[in-house]
Structure formats: structure tokens, C-alpha cells
């Protein structure tokens, strides 16, 4: 069982920037293609950005040229510093594990999420 936790979130303006980061175990962050999921409710959750073991990268279009997925080798962590935030981006955002990097398939359990307001 992959274990999650994100944090990072919170209330920001529009413009402004936020670093969510989702803690993994060791064994987790050393062999698991991992990405970051929003959901915006009564939407369904959707794919933002993805990352695989080797540090492979993609990324929605709306995230693209504003978000950046990186890991932490050093504290196990995937990281999404989110820059240029809209009201738009307001969610709660997931870490999940990635089986299939082409279309963002998830596999397993949900954590609690950490919610990203953009207001004003």
C-alpha cells in the first residue's frame, strides 16, 4: 500500500506562487512513476502534472510554462511548485502513483489532498 500525504497548500492571489509537496517512503519514491491530480468539485479529478522514477516529465496544457513536478531525493518527496496562479487552478490537489505516463493512469488509494484556493 502506497502511502500519501501532500501539503503545501493554501490560500493564495492570483499571480502568486505555491510549493505543494507529497511525502512518500523510500521504496515508494525509488520506484514508482508519480503525479500530481486536481479536483474541483463536481468536476472529476484530472492529471496536472506527471513524473517519472528517472525524473521524466509532463504536463497539462494548462499547467505548462507555470508548474513544475520535481523529486526530492533527499527527503523522498514529489514536488509541484506552481507559479503565475489563476482563479482557475483552485482545487484540491493529489499525489497519486502513475502506471501509464502516456495517459496519466493512477493506480491505488487517494490521501487527503491539500486544497489550493486563487482569490483575490
Known amino acids: 500500500q502506497v502511502q500519501l500525504k501532500e501539503s503545501g497548500g493554501g490560500l493564495v492571489q492570483p499571480g502568486g506562487s505555491l510549493r505543494l509537496s507529497c511525502e512518500l517512503s523510500?521504496?515508494?519514491?525509488?520506484?514508482?512513476?508519480m503525479g500530481w491530480y486536481r479536483q474541483v468539485p463536481g468536476k472529476q479529478r484530472e492529471w496536472v502534472a506527471l513524473i517519472s522514477s528517472g525524473g521524466d516529465t509532463k504536463y497539462q496544457d494548462s499547467a505548462k510554462g507555470r508548474f513544475t513536478i520535481s523529486r526530492d531525493s533527499l527527503r523522498y518527496t514529489i514536488n509541484l511548485q506552481m507559479t503565475d496562479l489563476k482563479p482557475q487552478d483552485t482545487a484540491v490537489y493529489y499525489c497519486?502513483?502513475?502506471?501509464?505516463?502516456?495517459?496519466?493512469?493512477?493506480?491505488?488509494?487517494w490521501g487527503l489532498g491539500t486544497q489550493v484556493t486563487v482569490s483575490s
Open positions: 497519486i502513483r502513475i502506471v501509464d505516463l502516456a495517459r496519466g493512469t493512477h493506480f491505488g488509494s
Open positions: 523510500p521504496s515508494t519514491f525509488n520506484t514508482y512513476n
